[in-house]
């Protein structure tokens, strides 16, 4: 199993810019999640689906971001428009069931708003 | 009451010492505590997880020390390797927040050769 990919591995872009994260779960997983890493917040879960329908949103940090999950294989998370204090890693984690135990990450995405 | 506090932020053992990493918590409802380990690089990974029904969870080297009643709960590596260098994160899930895992600050951990 290739585990949980997400693209693409860094990202730099301006600020106002427009920035689409991508993760493909692993298959079979129903669960995705998308958190958040930095120095002064550490890991904050961002949002989370089951069977593709988004069940806890309330950790998006504003109307910038947004997720989608159109298929149980595909899921994005969009800044619009991006900030320098957006600047992060962003991870894509997946898990066979709600509420299921282990969670899988993908490498992340680093990503650099100037 | 969502929180998990973690500490040290950062540790230095020498090779085959035997480092310990702590948590506390607040909410009772908490009912599972993993541990995982995370590689420069790499996405978080679980190492390890422990019920507050058990008191001690060992598997290989590592092993989770779990005190109910002091909401506390650690992770200690015995005979540590340079290999073991990584952060390390606690976290805790909480039925009532729909299962979600709230993370610990994380502890860089790096084992001296």
């Known amino acids: 199993d290739a585990g949980v990919i997400q693209s693409p591995r860094h990202e730099v872009t301006e600020m106002g810019q427009e920035v689409t994260l991508r993760c493909k779960p692993i298959s079979g997983h129903n669960s995705l999640f998308w958190y958040r890493q930095t120095m002064m917040r550490g890991l904050e879960l961002l949002i989370y689906f089951n069977n593709n329908v988004p069940i806890d949103d309330s950790g998006m940090p504003e109307d910038r971001f947004s997720a989608k999950m159109p298929n149980a294989s595909f899921s994005t998370l969009k800044i619009q428009p991006s900030e320098p204090r957006d600047s992060a890693v962003y991870f894509c984690?997946?898990?066979?069931?709600?509420?299921?135990?282990?969670?899988?990450f993908g490498s992340g995405t680093q990503l650099s708003v100037l | 009451q969502q929180q998990v506090k973690q500490s040290p932020q950062s540790l230095i053992v020498q090779k085959g010492g035997i480092p310990i990493i702590n948590c506390a918590y607040e909410n009772t409802a908490f009912d599972y505590f993993p541990w995982y380990q995370q590689f420069p690089g790499k996405g978080p990974a679980l190492l390890i997880a422990?019920?507050?029904?058990?008191s001690e969870k060992k598997e290989g080297r590592f092993t989770i020390s779990f005190n109910k009643s002091a909401k506390q709960f650690s992770l200690h590596i015995m005979d540590s390797q340079p290999g073991d260098s990584a952060t390390y994160f606690c976290a805790a899930r909480s039925p009532e927040y729909g299962n979600k895992l709230v993370f610990g600050a994380g502890t860089i951990l790096r084992v001296k050769s």
């Open positions: 422990i019920r507050p029904d058990v």
């Open positions: 984690a997946s898990s066979s069931r709600q509420g299921s135990e282990k969670l899988f």
